[in-house]
Structure formats: C-alpha cells, structure tokens
C-alpha cells in the first residue's frame, strides 16, 4: 500500500462534500506529473490524505481510500457538463482520474503552516520550494508523523 496527498480547493470540493457522498471521483488533474502518478502508481486500496488548498488555512483535514484506480477523466469528454475538448480521442485519453472513498475527516485542521515547523517534514514534498503539484506521494513515515499531529 501507498500513501499520497491530494489537494482539493475547499469550495470547489471539501472532505465535507465527500463525507455527504461517501464515494466521489477525483477529477480535474491537469498537471502531467501528477496525472502520471495518479495513473501509474496509484492503487486500490492505498490511502491518501485530504488537503485543502487556496484557503485561509491550507492543511490536512482528513484522509480517504483509493477505491478505483485510474481511468479517463470524464471531464475531457464532456460527460461532466463541460465543453468537450476539442482534440479529445477517448481511444489515447490524455487525463485520467481515480474515485476515492471517505474514511474520516480529522479532529482538526493540520494547517501547512503548523507542517513547515515540523522538523520530521522538512523533506516532505508539500513543504519543498516550487512544489505545486496537486497529487504526491507521501512516505509511511510522514504518513505516520502528520497523523500524530492530530
């Protein structure tokens, strides 16, 4: 099993969104790299920590499931109430997306802020310079440490 972390803009959709619908896609990737880890690496069954972005306070606010792994992004094709994108072959798609399961929503915000003061995070990818990717893997021990802050 893996580990990852992934950003999601709480107006957009927030861990309460998805504890009201339990099960939900995690659409809208548009960054080549995290696209490749999302179809590549990611599996059933691995877990990942939900984090808001864009906000007052960005942080960890609760974890899910993998509970599919990856498969066209239905955005792309317009099956989402968007406009089709033009160059779109469903037989080679270019974005993919995963389904994730609600698991719990943590007892309080782990705010970005508080992470950066954690000397056991400093290699952690969020706190890294220029790092503004929106789905990454985290290692079992980060994992562990931002956990243990709650």
């Known amino acids: 099993m893996a580990y990852w972390l992934m950003k999601s803009e709480p107006h957009a959709f927030s861990i309460d969104d998805l504890k009201k619908v339990r099960r939900n ?78 698991q719990r929503k943590l007892k309080r915000n782990i705010t970005l802020r508080e992470i950066r003061t954690h000397s056991g995070l400093a290699d952690l990818l969020l706190v890294r310079k220029g790092n503004r990717l929106s789905v990454m893997p985290v290692s079992g021990k980060h994992w562990d440490y931002i956990l243990g802050l709650e």
């Not at 864009?54 to 989402?80: H, L, Q, S, W």
Request: charged letters at 30%.
């Open 25 to 102: 896609s995690w659409d809208g990737v548009r960054n080549y790299q995290a696209r490749n880890m999302m179809r590549d690496d990611m599996r059933k069954g691995d877990l990942a920590l939900f984090y808001h972005s864009n906000c007052k306070e960005p942080g960890v606010v609760g974890v899910m499931k993998i509970c599919r792994e990856a498969y066209p992004d239905d955005i792309t094709f317009g099956r989402k109430g968007k406009e089709i994108k033009a160059n779109a072959d469903s037989a080679n798609p270019t974005w993919f997306m995963v389904d994730v399961q609600f």
